[in-house]
């Protein structure tokens, strides 16, 4: 197994624009967590999956942002109408299971910036 | 709500011994987690405290005291290669989520 992969690494876009991220877990690993980490700052919870189901999202979180774990493989995060404050690096992490969620394995993040 | 605190900046020497420390305060958590992630990679998993105590892994020892609300990470015969930022963090028992602190950026001098 190749580890956790993100897709794309970096995405530059317009404020208003849609974006979407791809991220493929270690395939044995059945819970998928979505973070977003700013310079300085640890990484910041968005969402997790236990296999495909959604099963909490950050309160913090707003409307704009969404996302999806089909067959409980890959995961896509979507941001609709971007905005300047969401700019930061997107991390995605898999564990084996809930009683592993201490041990996370990362991707590599994918770096957005909104000009 | 769930807290933790760690230094924001430690500074040490080549081959020498440095602690970095991590208070907490949240409801309830399984235990607490130790991550290291250079500049510009991800983090990557350290090591986890269940229990009250120390844990050892190589060059590496961890520690959690829940009466008070406080663990640290240990790092023995400092490498160049240690210069990175370490984070803690802890397991939530209502959702098994980890709640991440700031981080502490470990600067390594020659």
């Known amino acids: 197994d190749t580890g956790v992969s993100q897709d794309p690494r970096h995405k530059i876009t317009k404020r208003g624009q849609n974006v979407t991220f791809r991220c493929d877990p270690i395939s044995e690993h059945n819970r998928l967590y979505w973070y977003r980490q700013t310079l300085g700052q640890g990484p910041e919870f968005l969402t997790y999956f236990q296999n495909e189901a959604q099963l909490e999202k950050s309160r913090l979180l707003s409307d704009r942002f969404s996302a999806e774990r089909p067959k409980g493989s890959f995961s896509t995060l979507e941001i609709q109408r971007t905005e300047q404050g969401d700019s930061a690096m997107y991390l995605c992490?898999?564990?084996?299971?809930?009683?592993?969620?201490?041990?996370?394995?990362f991707g590599p993040g994918t770096r957005l910036t909104v000009t | 709500g769930q807290s933790l605190e760690q230094p924001s900046e430690v500074t040490a020497v080549e081959g020498a011994i440095v602690q970095i420390n991590c208070t907490y305060q949240?409801?309830?958590?399984?235990?607490l987690s130790w991550y290291q992630q250079h500049d510009g990679g991800a983090p990557t998993f350290l090591s986890y405290n269940a229990l009250d105590g120390l844990e050892e892994t190589g060059r590496f020892s961890s520690f959690l005291s829940r009466s008070d609300s406080y663990g640290y990470l240990l790092l023995q015969e400092l490498q160049m290669k240690d210069s990175a930022s370490y984070f803690c963090?802890?397991?939530?028992?209502?959702?098994?989520?980890?709640?991440w602190g700031a981080g502490t950026k470990l600067i390594i001098k020659p």
């Open positions: 963090a802890v397991l939530m028992d209502s959702n098994y989520q980890l709640i």
């Open positions: 992490a898999s564990s084996l299971a809930h009683s592993f969620a201490y041990e996370q394995y």
């Open positions: 949240t409801s309830g958590f399984y235990g």
